[in-house]
């Protein structure tokens, strides 16, 4: 199983991600475009930063039903991202037509995520207005054996939830983890969060990073923390 730390490119424009992108001269960090970048860009984005060779996870949360998302998901895999997702509650049957779709003609995809629940739903919301009746730990859990059983490689979930996903879907099951902070820095909107450190160890594979890297008044240092705490390594 890969680690890595993935920056979310949270920027509203491509100027402004490029000029955040070049202070990075010795490593290529892994990075995540969102919705507000590609709309904003378009699909000319995602090319622009493959070239200058970095990771892309395509963080579009598709939710529709399959045959179009199958259809969305042809298109997005000859944009050569290494990481896409869409929302578990799109079914089973979606989560297979996805992974059709996404699958190129000799045999390579991206690696393909389920959002479980968002970590902004809260299980009052899930009962009142959703009408799930189920806790959120069992939501997640069924959610996440839902994705793999379609065949998908891992979810997104919160890194309170990253053992349980691990749990009820092994280890060969990716999770990609956002809600990271230093120990010492803000949480900003973000209610539950972790460190690097207590993220590995708590079953993240991959962690997603915005805020602790983007504002900070050193990225790169910040970014080098993050590889520190999180992949243990001492290479900085
Ligand atoms: O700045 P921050 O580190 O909070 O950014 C986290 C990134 O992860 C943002 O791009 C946010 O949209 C994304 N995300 C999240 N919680 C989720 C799913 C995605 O924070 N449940």
Do not use: W
Request: net charge negative; aromatic share 6%; with cysteine.
């Amino acid at each position: 199983m890969n680690h890595d730390i993935i920056i979310a490119l949270d920027f509203p424009s491509a100027a402004d991600v490029y000029s955040f992108l070049d202070q990075f001269r010795e490593e290529k960090p892994y990075v995540k475009i969102g919705m507000e970048l590609f709309y904003a860009e378009g699909p000319e984005i995602v090319r622009q930063i493959k070239a200058r060779g970095h990771k892309i996870f395509l963080d579009l949360k598709l939710h529709d039903i399959p045959n179009t998302v199958k259809s969305a998901m042809r298109v997005l895999s000859r944009l050569d991202v290494d990481m896409v997702n869409l929302h578990a509650a799109g079914t089973v049957d979606m989560m297979r037509a996805a992974l059709e779709g996404l699958t190129r003609e000799d045999g390579t995809r991206p690696l393909l995520l389920a959002v479980t629940q968002l970590t902004s739903t809260s299980e009052e919301r899930m009962r009142e207005e959703l009408l799930i009746s189920a806790s959120m730990s069992d939501t997640v859990r069924h959610y996440a054996r839902n994705a793999k059983m379609a065949g998908l490689d891992g979810g997104v979930c919160s890194p309170l939830e990253a053992a349980l996903v691990k749990e009820a879907c092994g280890p060969d099951f990716a999770t990609v983890t956002p809600g990271i902070r230093f120990a010492d820095s803000a949480s900003d909107d973000q209610r539950r969060v972790m460190t690097p450190a207590r993220a590995r160890q708590s079953g993240s594979d991959y962690i997603v990073v915005g805020r602790p890297i983007t504002r900070s008044q050193d990225p790169v240092a910040a970014y080098r923390r993050c590889v520190k705490e999180f992949l243990g390594e001492t290479a900085f």
